[in-house]
Nanobody, 119 residues
């Protein structure tokens, strides 16, 4: 089992920046990927980016250039740095952790953290 916790959400003005953090705990040795998603009001959950266990990163085209993902291996923590925020970025942001055990991929989700972009 893996526990996932997000932090760092809040209210930010358009054009501002915010940094979200995700920390995984529990059976972290089997983690293969950590990722960020978001769910905007009335929309499906949307992939934003990920980091694999060997450090390969990927960021969705929709946020590339504004959002970056980084990782602290020692703490099994990933951050999502969000710049030039727009009202359309208002959403609940979720961290997803995938582990591999006995050849099976297991997804774990955090509770989410609210980001509101508004003046």
């Amino acid at each position: 089992q893996v526990q996932v916790e997000e932090s760092g959400g809040g209210l930010v003005q358009p054009g501002g920046s915010l940094r979200l953090s995700c920390t995984a705990s529990g059976s972290i040795i089997s983690i293969i990927t950590m990722a960020w998603y978001r769910q905007r009001p009335g929309k499906d959950r949307e992939f934003l980016g990920h980091i694999t266990h060997n450090g390969i990163t990927g960021v969705a085209d929709s946020v590339k250039g504004r959002f970056t993902i980084s990782r602290d291996n020692a703490k099994h923590n990933i951050d999502l740095q969000m710049n030039s925020l727009e009202p359309e970025d208002t959403a609940v942001y979720y961290c997803n952790v995938q582990t591999m055990t006995n050849g099976r991929v297991n997804p774990y989700w955090g509770q989410g953290t609210q980001v509101t972009v508004s003046s």
